[in-house]
């Protein structure tokens, strides 16, 4: 029963709260920019997320953002310049890019789709697809397709799975509340996986981090 | 007593066959021809940058580019390629195994009134320029991992000639991103950076 009403629930709320993001870029912003800045920017991002967008293990693990939804990329970017997601290379990055620039660089990236880098345990990964698909009911996790679809592709605000490195998956949901939503008077749509992140234990995450992982 | 025998003489035999010429001062002859170079406990000496406190994958793998001559700037050319010519992969993976092991000490030689500069754009980049953060992959301090270096603490002179051999176009076909990134740094911003890491402990 409960379950049932978290995934009802879920769906309406992220359309509350994704009609209720500040507006996006107009397009007649477009020509703010000329070709050549917009390559320079595309190559800066590339030289840590990957040449073709498939993400880089560096230090941290390092988001690939091929195929990723346009939307939730200009999202992201916002939230880093506004300290609700926390994250001072990004913030440094994110800081100085126009909102046409935004717009422009999360288009590029939504449309590239490299091979995804992979290497989580193949072991993981049959675990990680049924709680992907069904949830977990004993512990209120809802199915992760509900929201983020049967491919993991994601659809406008909420993001692409498919693809993305385990471990970048895995800090994410172990840091959730202390990167995410950190402007407690403006909630965002960050805050849906809160609960969630929550109730997933350790294993758990890495079953479904390496399930996404390998997702074409 | 002829049991405890037995046993001490497998241990040795176990020592001899993985330490295979040990020297007078129980140094394997291996680390020794290193150590002529690289300085005594490996904290670097003149051209050659301190190996101690290295990660462990960098360091076999930088052995493996010498090998290929993939890393191919004068020095190393002149010594690596012919130092690394004959080392056998398993040598080749103690050595970078037994390195990372000791403990290293921050050179210390770089300007100190630039460090301050190279401490921002290390950490946060320029983003104005479209220069990425080092701490991304080096760690915020310097630290590295796996095949990623450690930089903190190497020499001032050997980051920067390093950092501008990637601009002259020399060990190109090292793994992206590096050569990418270093052939666009300007020699402000070189001479910055490997005076800020130089200190860095």
Known sequence: MKVSSIRLALPTAILVIAFSAAGRAQDTDAAKFSRQSLQAKIEYCTTCHGLSGQGYHGFYPIPRLGGQQTQYIENQLQAFIEHRRENRYMYSVAHVLSPAMRTALAKHFSKLNPKPLGGAPKGLVVTGKKIYEDGIPETNVPACMACHGAEAKGQEAIPRLAGQLNDYIINKLANWNKERGQIPSRPDISAIMLPTSHNLTKAQVAAVAAYVGYLK | ?201
């Open chain 2, 1 to 201: 007593m002829v049991k405890f025998v037995i046993l001490k003489a497998a241990v040795l035999a176990l020592i001899v066959s993985a330490v295979p010429a040990l020297a007078g001062n129980m140094e394997p002859a291996s680390v020794r021809n290193c150590t002529w170079c690289h300085g005594e406990s490996a904290q670097g000496y003149a051209p050659a940058p301190r190996l101690a406190g290295q990660r462990p994958r960098y360091s076999e793998s930088q052995l493996l580019s010498f090998r290929k001559h993939t890393r191919d700037n004068p020095f190393s050319k002149q010594y690596m390629w012919g130092a690394a010519a004959n080392l056998s992969p398993s040598t080749a993976h103690y050595l970078a195994f037994y390195f990372s092991k000791q403990l290293p000490k921050a050179a210390n030689d770089g300007d100190k009134g630039l460090a301050a500069a190279g401490k921002t754009l290390f950490e946060d980049g320029d983003p104005a320029s479209n220069t990425v953060s080092c701490a991304v992959c080096h760690g915020p301090n310097a630290e590295g991992i796996g095949e990623i270096p450690r930089l903190g603490g190497l020499s001032y002179y050997y980051l920067k000639r390093k950092l501008t051999q990637w601009g002259e176009g020399y060990h190109a076909a090292a793994k992206a991103p590096m050569p990418r990134i270093a052939s666009k740094l300007s020699s402000n911003e070189i001479e910055a950076l490997a005076s800020y890491l130089s200190f860095v402990k």
